[in-house]
């Protein structure tokens, strides 16, 4: 079974007493280890697309099921429970806790699931995006390259079986972007993670599997 398997979803909403349509019959399947790019202009669905992968959303028609549970089915509890066990979250600001070190911040999702040997696997997970040495660090002591590295090891501390990321890129120079793009290659390849990031750049799917191009709410042919 896919990872991530969304089927037919329609996504509508209200605004100012009008019916807006933000995704229409999207499907799409995500499979493990394997990297897609979610590509088009802002406005295009894109984020929408994001919210009802992690079941931080619901579709108004369709389903999206996460390794084979349907979100919509979930109550609030089995929902907080898939996120935090199967799902991992990279933002384009990072959003790592200022009065956190390195350490800490990578930890935090292990510590909330009260997972034994916490600091033990964020260390390694630390370690392995290159940042061993930096634990005791606070994040405005690090790049925004750096930033983005403790904030990837953070999604794949607990090794999720989805990864999302949300223009993990658009933050940084080309260089350091680059190296950010490879470190998500490598890791649905170390972890087999399936990895689905949004991006406005087609030149940032080079190194994904397959791109997926939307407009105006639908996937493109």
């Known amino acids: 079974m896919p990872i991530l398997y969304v089927n ?17 019959g999207v499907s799409m399947q995500l499979n493990a280890g394997e990297f897609i790019a979610l590509v088009g202009r802002s406005g295009c669905g894109k984020s929408t697309l994001l ?3 992690g079941a931080m959303d619901f579709p108004t028609t369709g389903e999206v099921s996460i390794d084979n549970q349907i979100t919509s089915s979930l109550n609030d509890a089995q ?9 991992g979250f990279i933002f384009q600001n990072f959003q790592l806790l200022p009065t956190l070190s390195v350490a800490e911040n990578i ?18 997970t630390l ?10 660090r606070m994040p405005h002591q690090l790049s925004g390259g750096q ?3 403790v904030a990837i090891a953070r999604a794949l501390v607990h090794k999720p079986k989805l990864l999302l990321a949300d223009e993990p890129i658009g933050n940084l120079d080309t260089t350091t972007g680059n190296l950010i793009l490879d470190l998500l290659r490598r890791a649905a390849k170390d972890f087999e993670t399936a990895i689905l990031m949004a991006t406005h750049s087609k030149d940032s799917a080079r190194v994904t599997d397959n791109t997926i191009e939307m407009r105006d709410g639908r996937i493109a042919p």
């Open 8 to 24: 037919n979803v329609t996504r509508h909403y209200q605004a100012q007493g009008q019916q807006v349509t933000a995704l229409n």
């Open 79 to 87: 929902l907080t429970q898939l996120r935090r066990n199967k799902v």
């Open 107 to 124: 930890e935090l999702p292990l510590l909330l699931a009260s997972t034994p040997n916490a600091r033990k696997q964020a260390l390694e």
């Open 147 to 149: 930033m983005q590295r």
């Open 127 to 136: 370690n392995w995006v290159e940042l061993d040495g930096y634990q005791n």
């Open 51 to 53: 919210n009802l992968a």
